[in-house]
């Protein structure tokens, strides 16, 4: 059975510091992930996401996010937080071998930017 | 346009009410999915459809009715709602199969469904 899990449900970091929001994942084969980011009373939108090759991925918004295989992590980074970083972030796996886009989510994550 | 339009944005109705919502998607995607986001618990995935065939349900009570008339519309047709149901209902969209598969759901704005 597929599953995330986001350990923390509120991030907190000062503008300017570097941020990162974990993930870790299970899955029966090989995983495509995802990071998503929803601002209140928007729908998801889509960060980046890792299907093969580098393990480092770059995304939107100067987003990045490492794949760790053999710790089963895709952890979200950003080398310095901005204020309107601030949103819910959510990280969701797909088993490659499935033919449908079906997406598992993690709980999601808080992000606060103060300045 | 926006590549997944949802409609209504807000929604208000008592629980003998029947309203429907409405996603459309401009992106050429084959498959359609209704996923619920309440506060505090995780994105519940309700129905998906593949080339307008419902090929899941996930145990999603009977006042919840899918429709797929074509690969670009989805509706979701409410009655008898009960105020446990308020939630903020997003539809989304990928292209899956044939090799032309990219992995990633597009999601629309959602519709905030409030039952009084």
């Known amino acids: 059975a597929q599953s995330v899990a986001q350990p923390e449900d509120q991030v907190n970091v000062a503008e300017g510091n570097p941020l990162t929001v974990k993930c870790t994942y299970s899955?029966?084969?090989?995983?495509?992930l995802f990071w998503y980011v929803q601002y209140p009373n928007r729908g998801l939108q889509f960060l980046l996401k890792?299907?093969?090759?580098?393990?480092l991925v770059k995304g939107s918004y100067g987003f990045e996010a490492e794949f760790n295989k053999s710790q089963t992590s895709f952890h979200l980074k950003k080398p310095s937080a901005l204020v309107s970083d601030s949103a819910l972030y959510f990280c969701?796996?797909?088993?490659?071998?499935?033919?449908?886009?079906?997406?598992?989510f993690g709980r999601g994550t808080q992000l606060t930017v103060w300045p | 346009e926006t590549g997944v339009t949802q409609t209504p944005r807000h929604l208000v109705m008592g629980m003998t009410n029947k309203k429907s919502l409405k996603c459309e998607q401009h992106?050429?995607?084959?498959?359609m999915y209704w996923y619920k986001q309440s506060a505090k618990k995780p994105l519940e995935l309700m129905f998906v459809?593949?080339?307008?065939?419902?090929?899941e349900n996930n145990s999603v009570p009977s006042r919840f009715s899918p429709e797929c008339p074509n690969s670009s519309h989805l509706f979701l047709h409410l009655h008898t709602l009960q105020p446990e149901d308020s939630a903020l209902y997003l539809c989304?969209?990928?292209?899956?199969?044939?090799?032309?598969?990219?992995?990633?759901?597009?999601f629309g704005e959602g519709s905030r469904l409030t039952v009084l």
């Open positions: 989304a969209s990928s292209q899956d199969g044939g090799g032309r598969e990219t992995g990633e759901l597009f």
């Open positions: 899955v029966s084969g090989n995983p495509y």
């Open positions: 890792y299907i093969t090759g580098d393990n």
């Open positions: 969701a796996v797909r088993d490659r071998g499935s033919t449908l886009g079906r997406l598992y």
């Open positions: 992106l050429g995607h084959n498959a």
């Open positions: 459809y593949s080339l307008e065939e419902r090929v």
